[in-house]
């Protein structure tokens, strides 16, 4: 492909950067991304994927914008309020880059749809908020041979990893089973400061873009966790997928998603 005069001036601090370049700004035009939840993760993950050219965004979210989103959802505007989110997103999106395909799902993710949702993409980004719709999306991108990248934010900490199949463990090595309602904190019950979702989702949207262009190293493997009270990072290794697990384990358990097993709620990040 040949790029437009106003695509060599657009993507002018990719092409000079080693790592991305021609080669790279290609890839991202041509790669697809599929979003899950257009709230605090899935704002800045979104807003930087369309910047940066990647060809074709999927959103996906069921909701409607409130006015607690405003405070960290920074995708969306005060005149969105009682819009759909997907739809919101996609607006802003075209605003920012008219590049970028924007492909709308004004649902909620669920065992039913997910796979035909994630099917046509290239990379997942999980930006949801309730743990059963984060296992949901585990599962079936395991499943599914699917790279993703998990994100988990409260209060002013946030964690992120990144499964690429064969390459490292999943969301549900390290973390097992689907906690009981109320016996961990969401940003929903203990609140999250405003801009730890964007530094969270921004780190999202970067593992996203190494990935369709093959830059440096990804999360695989291990997680990043960030601690905005002290301001420190912290790389945990986890190098090895547990054998134990009931997706990617010796004897996993689940080969098929069935409702039962997640009971999803709604995406409010």
């Known amino acids: 492909m040949a790029f437009t005069e106003e695509q060599l001036e657009r993507y002018s601090r990719h092409l000079i950067l080693k790592g991305v370049g021609v080669a790279g700004q290609k890839k991202l035009l041509e790669g697809k991304v599929l979003v899950i939840g257009a709230g605090g993760l899935g704002s800045p993950a979104i807003l930087y994927l369309a910047a940066s050219g990647v060809g074709t965004i999927g959103i996906v979210d069921g909701d409607k914008v409130d006015l607690s989103n405003l405070q960290r959802q920074v995708i969306h505007a005060n005149e969105a309020v009682g819009m759909s989110k997907a739809e919101s997103a996609a607006k802003r999106v075209k605003e920012i880059n008219p590049d970028v395909q924007v492909n709308l799902y004004p649902e ?151 409702k039962e097993e997640y009971k999803v709620s709604g995406c409010h990040l």
């Open 108 to 258: 909620y993710v669920t065992a039913e749809n997910i796979e035909k949702l994630i099917e046509p993409y290239d990379f997942i980004i999980d930006g949801v908020d309730n743990f059963a719709a984060k296992f949901l999306i585990n599962d079936a991108c395991v499943l599914a041979k699917k790279p993703f990248c998990h994100a988990g934010i409260r209060e002013f900490y946030g964690q992120v990893l990144t499964y690429v199949p064969g390459e490292g463990p999943c969301y549900r090595c390290v973390f097992e089973e689907i906690p009981e309602d109320g016996t961990v904190d969401t940003c929903s019950t203990a609140g999250v400061i405003g801009s730890i979702p964007g530094i969270i989702g921004s780190i999202q949207a970067l593992e996203a873009q190494k990935y369709l262009t093959g830059a440096g190293e990804l999360l695989t493997g291990k997680i990043l966790t960030f601690d905005g009270l002290t301001m420190k990072f912290r790389t945990v290794d986890i190098p090895q997928s547990s054998q134990t697990c009931r997706v990617c384990g010796e004897k996993a358990d689940i080969h098929v998603l069935k």
